[in-house]
């Protein structure tokens, strides 16, 4: 099976991108492929409790965006947020608390890329 990186910049503003990334990436947790993703820009502004809460999506896959996430790392995939962009948006210790997530910089991004096989972009 192969390795694949998707890499978000949507948010919360654009909730239908931000919902099928996750959607792909859970899709592709099933399928047996590895899996991590990159939030970036307005994306790591989901990680918020306020927004985990919400339901991104339309239609039958809709889910909360919590149940996704939980379902991406109950079934081992990585979730990395940028800390720049965690920093420009006011993102804190204290909203990553008790979510097993990770916070990366411009490098990790490039290092994600090249060692994954695929790499699909939502931005």
Known sequence: MAKILVHLTHGPSAPTQAD???????????EGHQVSMFLAGAA????????????????ETAVTLKES???????GGKIVLSKVSCGARGIEEADLEGKQVELGMPNALVRMTVENDRVITYG
Request: net charge positive; charged share 25%.
């Open 44 to 59: 790591v502004e989901l990680i918020r409790n306020e927004n985990l809460h919400k339901t991104l999506g339309i239609g």
């Open 69 to 75: 996430l939980e379902k991406i790392i109950g079934g």
């Open 20 to 30: 099928r990334a996750f959607l792909i990436a859970k899709t592709a947790l099933e």
